[in-house]
């Protein structure tokens, strides 16, 4: 896979080059060019901001088919916590886990299985690492990748341990390898995911160096399939769940955070919401912060693009949901834990870059500057550019030029017609 | 070819809604051309507690950013009371601020000893009465 992945597609007979996408990406990665909106790829975190804007339904998010469980002789279901948010007058998670079953699944491993060791491994790092407070949390792969190409005096504040998600396939692999005494290969590990960052994080993985997902399948996908399902499942239901409240917590925003047993956090959810934290995080605006957990969808997880609830109601489900049920049920000391900490540095990607070096950078900067004092400051978005600003910059990547502006553009139309009626009057 | 580029801004008093604006737009542009991250970590944390100051203790001035391959230039002019005694300022701690403006969490008296930190040359001059102009400098390492 290329450095640049993205998990966002466009249907391109379904675009009708409006701007709605353009206006709404947090990192300006989207332009209009012919008439279709573009991505430009090394600019793209797959928040699915513009997936949740298109009114065309145009964009669509990459990820598999429940299909791809045939591949496999054996195959291990990956639930996240905020799955369990997305049914109405659930009481017993375990009816959620034995429709997977029925669906196909030969095992379960819950993702809030392996939050919960995250958390322990958390709180040993944050305490033995103050120097580099606060800590930032990486369960949240757009939030790893925005940090990578725009706040690289960040990247030393990242928790380098692998995300709840990557730690179960782990696992659970592991486990089926044992239990079954199949080869590797055989095992399917097929995570049921609430966005489609994750299906990137499994493509071209940030930290770690392979992923152990082998599928991600859509919430939305298979919460229709196992809403039948779920019916048949309530008779027999198995006892399969092995999460406690904290595990199940990490479905929503604060819930990490809030498991690491201190007050002195931040938690943020929303794309623009996170990026002021990022933002005054580098200005170094707070001190003595211990943990910023950020999530890029509203609410956390539960707001992700995959999803069918409202991401609020889904929060009080799994506050409901979590509330008979043990503080933690994983445990570093119980738990056979293969080394959870991630085994690759994450490199600043300067993608933004203008220029080659300083001095080229600014020339194309004063170039910037004074294109955008012609320019009529509307960002009006009609050369297919969010902003006037945006604009400019890419007429100096060389990607874009000044007559795109319509207004540049009819000014220069009204001074040609000037031109050939005074010819005309010569005559 | 320009060999630098210079930014200015304007700086209102006492508008806290936009205190930070002029900074945190020095900082993009630097992160477009591909500043040093160590450098725009020092320029934007000494313009934003500069700002700041204006904000706080002036009643409004302008801020000059004069970016060349070597060296960012910071020149922060304002109209204002001035700095009685620049030592003192200087000391971490020693705060003028009234009570309302440290109820907002400012003047902690980390100002003046922050852009110290944050700079690798910095001159004062103020005259009571008149105003305060802060000139710092932070140079760019040479890349490799």
């Not at chain 2, 809604?17 to 000494?46: C, F, H, Q, W």
């Not at chain 2, 305060?132 to 140079?139: A, E, F, H």
């Amino acid at each position: 896979m290329g450095k640049f992945y993205n998990s966002v597609n466009l249907k391109k007979d379904l675009c009708m080059g409006c701007i709605n996408c353009i206006k709404r990406c947090p990192t300006q990665a989207i332009r209009v060019r012919d008439g279709k909106a573009e991505i430009i790829k090394e600019f793209c975190i797959d928040c699915g901001e513009c997936i949740r804007i298109c009114p065309h339904h145009a964009k669509e998010a990459t990820y598999d088919s429940p299909e791809i469980m045939k591949k496999y002789e054996y195959t291990v279901a990956l639930p996240a916590p905020s799955f369990y948010g997305q049914f109405n007058n659930l009481d017993d998670i375990n009816i959620v886990l034995s429709a997977l079953k029925r669906m196909g699944f030969d095992q379960i491993y819950e993702v809030g299985k392996a939050a919960e060791i995250v958390s322990e491994l958390t709180r040993k790092y944050v305490a033995e690492n103050q120097d580099k407070w606060p800590i930032i949390s990486t369960a949240c792969p757009t939030v790893v990748r925005l940090i990578q190409i725009r706040f690289p005096n960040l990247i030393e504040h990242l928790l380098p341990i692998y995300a709840p998600v990557d730690l179960a396939a782990i696992s659970a692999r592991k486990k089926a390898m044992e239990e079954t005494g199949l080869p590797s290969e055989k095992i399917g590990i097929i995570f049921i995911s609430p966005c489609p960052a994750k299906v990137t994080a499994v493509k071209s993985p940030i930290g770690i160096k392979k992923s152990e997902i082998d599928g991600v399948l859509a919430m939305k996908e298979v919460y229709t399939m196992l809403l039948p399902l779920m019916k048949e499942s309530v008779n027999s239901v198995e006892d399969l769940s092995q999460s406690g409240r904290i595990g199940i917590g990490w479905g929503g925003s604060g819930g990490e955070a809030g498991a690491l047993l201190t007050d002195n956090y931040l938690a943020a959810d929303g794309i623009e919401n996170v990026i002021r934290v990022l933002d005054d995080l580098e200005d170094q605006k707070f001190e003595q912060l211990e943990f910023i957990e950020l999530n890029a969808c509203s609410g956390g997880c539960v707001g992700g693009v995959l999803t069918v609830e409202n991401p609020y109601v889904a929060k009080v489900r799994l506050k409901r949901l979590r509330k008979y049920l043990p503080v933690a049920c994983n445990h570093l000391d119980t738990e056979d834990t293969t080394e959870a900490k991630w085994t690759q540095d994450v490199q600043f990607e300067p993608v933004f870059k203008i220029g080659k070096n300083m001095l080229d950078s600014i020339n194309k900067m004063s170039i910037v500057e004074e294109l955008c004092t012609r320019f009529p400051g509307l960002d009006c978005g009609s050369c297919g550019a969010p902003t006037c600003k945006a604009l400019a910059e890419d007429i100096v990547r060389g990607v874009a030029q000044e007559e795109d502006c319509i207004h540049i553009l009819r000014d220069y139309i009204h001074k040609i017609s000037d031109e050939l009626s005074r010819l005309d009057n010569k005559r | 070819m320009n060999e630098r580029i210079t930014l200015k801004y304007d700086v209102h008093c006492d508008d806290f809604t936009r205190a930070g604006e002029a900074s945190s737009s020095v900082k993009r542009k630097l992160k477009l051309m591909g500043v040093n991250p160590d450098v725009i970590r020092k320029v934007a944390i000494a313009l934003y507690e500069g700002e700041i100051n204006m904000v706080i203790h002036s009643y409004g001035g302008t801020i000059e950013v004069i970016i060349s391959p070597s060296v960012i230039e910071m020149i922060l002019r304002d109209t204002g009371p001035g700095i009685k005694d620049i030592e003192l300022a200087m000391q971490a701690g020693y705060s003028t601020a009234p009570d309302n403006i440290r109820s907002l969490g400012f003047g902690a008296g980390m100002g003046l000893p922050n852009i110290k930190k944050y700079t690798d040359d910095l001159k004062i001059e103020s005259e009571m009465g008149i105003g305060t102009t802060l000139r710092m400098l932070v140079y760019i390492p040479l890349e490799e």
